[in-house]
């Protein structure tokens, strides 16, 4: 089974909104409420950002959000940050039991 | 505070093995599935392994079916990643993961394999 597919790069302005897709198939992003958004700096290990499609985990700033229309998932981060400079992985649980990974997203804070 | 934290990575040649260990604190590990992913330099996570928190169910990423077996030692607090017949392409930083119905929460800081002559 193929990873989801996510763009390899996406940039804003401090202070801009900025929303990255993570496109699935009816049998991983489309069929369950299982997909989750991780933030990794470089050498570092990933941190969860988003789980069940849209919640946030304690201590993550309300500046990320998550949502989910169809086969597709998104992850907007509202009022860029320099800190928000990272990779951002999606993921999703697929229908043969096993957990598919996006194939992350650099973004850029210009 | 909950803590993961791997060991067991280094160089090891084409054909050989290695065990990964994970070691867990701050949380009843018996109670929770956990999670080997895995990252090759530059490129992007990838799912491997994950085990019930009692050990007997385990599912594997099609990377590692046949070659990898996860297990665990609940009275340890410790998850293990034994690793066969290691190919170029099972260079990566190995993770340890606390998995939830949704995904991971919490991760260790990872630890690199190496699979070179």
Redesign the interface.
């Known amino acids: 089974?193929s990873?989801l597919t996510q763009p390899p790069s996406a940039s804003g302005s401090p202070g801009q909104s900025v929303t990255i897709s993570c496109t699935g198939t009816s049998s991983d992003v489309g069929g369950y409420?299982?997909?989750?958004w991780?933030q990794q700096y470089p050498g570092?290990?990933?941190?969860?950002l988003i789980?069940?499609v849209s919640k946030r985990?304690s201590g993550v700033p309300d500046r990320f959000s998550g949502s989910k229309s169809g086969n597709t998932a998104s992850l907007t981060v509202s009022g860029l940050q320099a800190e928000d400079e990272a990779d951002y992985?999606c993921?999703s649980?697929a229908v043969t039991?096993?957990?598919?990974?996006?194939?992350?997203t650099k973004l850029t804070v210009l | 505070e909950v803590q993961l934290v791997e060991s067991g990575g280094g160089l090891v040649q084409p054909g050989g093995s290695l065990r990964l260990s994970c070691a867990v604190s701050g949380f009843t590990f018996s109670s929770y599935w956990m999670?080997w992913?895995r990252q090759a330099p530059g490129k992007?996570?990838?799912?491997v392994a994950?085990i019930s928190p009692d050990g007997s169910a385990k599912?594997y990423?099609?990377s590692a079916k046949g070659r990898f077996t996860i297990s665990r030692d609940n009275a340890e607090n410790s998850l293990y990643l034994q690793m066969n017949t290691l190919r170029g392409e099972d260079t990566a930083v190995y993770?340890c993961a606390r998995s939830?119905?949704?995904?991971?929460?919490?991760?260790?800081?990872?630890t690199l394999v190496t699979v070179s002559s």
Do not use: I
């Open positions: 089974q990873g409420n299982h997909v989750s991780y570092k290990a990933p941190k969860l789980n069940e985990p992985y993921c649980f039991n096993n957990w598919l990974f996006g194939g992350g | 999670t992913v992007g996570l990838e799912w994950n599912q990423g099609d993770y939830t119905d949704w995904g991971f929460d919490y991760w260790g800081q990872g």
